[in-house]
């Protein structure tokens, strides 16, 4: 077994067991690792200590769930403003496919593709020269069904398997530069409606939480929820496009495309990761 996939098995034992608020050396132990070295590893690859992720799946997340269940009465009125999210306001630009681009079936365009390990379990990408077009968890489906999906949205463009060319994708993740000035792209495709909802997405600070039907308001269409709920569904760049903070109004936490715990996980592992950001500066001082 690799550093990344017992990482991802820890992280997955924790959500299944996370009411039982396992120690390290019972964590350590399904792993098949000391608790010293895998607090390390842990901490190595995934940002953040185990207790830190094991909280913020527990009481953490109760404690934002609360918090969630007033900030989302107020939601419709900040999606799409500037406000606290300075990744999503500043780093990711998303654009999508011209209707020129859709209607030539991707002629003419190359796509990089590769498969790369995470904490969070192996995730392919593909990219175009304009920025990323692809990115979803492998363990979820297969890199072969992703990939042919690809192709068959763009059955002109030339696909070729190139992993050094996308491993940016990845690496921006979990080693993120504080450059305000560096941008990171998506390249979409989508209806009118799905791309909105998709840029209303971006606009949900890390480890924050928003409901369909807010985003619903947000874009006008109060009643759309359930079409809101489809375009979260069909998100084409997992993570960077972040469906995973869409919960239901009742806190519930909803459908996830990659599985419910999954989804658990990449919302312990941003609120667990956003947390130790805040108390940095605290502990420098």
């Given at each position: 077994m690799n550093d990344y996939a017992r990482i991802e098995k820890a992280m997955a034992y924790m959500v299944a067991h996370a009411a039982e608020q396992p120690n390290l050396e019972t964590v350590a132990a399904q792993v098949h690792l000391s608790p010293f070295?895998?607090?390390r590893l842990f901490c190595r690859y995934a940002g953040i200590?185990?207790?830190?992720f094991l909280q913020a799946l527990t009481l953490e997340r109760s404690k934002q769930l609360i918090r969630a269940s007033t900030s989302l009465l107020d939601i419709a009125h900040t999606l799409g403003l500037s406000g606290g999210s300075r990744l999503y306001d500043h780093f990711v630009q998303l654009e999508a496919f011209t209707p020129g681009e859709y209607k030539r079936q991707g002629e003419g365009v190359e796509i990089a593709y590769g498969v790369h390990k995470t904490p969070l379990g192996s995730m392919f990408v593909a990219v175009t020269p304009r920025g990323i077009c692809r990115m979803g968890f492998v363990?979820?489906?297969n890199s072969e069904e992703l990939l042919a999906r690809l192709g068959k949205e763009w059955p002109l463009s030339t696909l070729h398997h190139d992993p050094d060319a996308t491993r940016f994708a990845v690496e921006a993740l979990f080693n993120r530069a504080d450059d305000a000035s560096a941008t990171l792209s998506l390249h979409v495709t989508g209806t009118n409606f799905q791309i909105a909802v998709w840029r209303a997405l971006l606009t949900i600070p890390e480890g924050q939480l928003a409901s369909y039907s807010h985003i619903a308001q947000a874009l006008g269409t109060p009643k759309s929820s359930r079409a809101v709920g489809n375009a979260v569904g069909a998100n084409p760049i997992a993570l960077w496009i972040p469906c995973?903070?869409?919960i239901q109004q009742s806190g519930a936490l909803g459908g996830y495309?990659?599985?419910?715990?999954k989804k658990q996980i990449v919302q312990a592992w941003e609120l667990a990761k956003v947390d130790n950001e805040l108390l940095s500066p605290m502990a420098a001082s």
């Open positions: 070295h895998f607090q200590s185990p207790k830190r363990d979820a489906t995973h903070r869409v495309r990659w599985g419910i715990e």
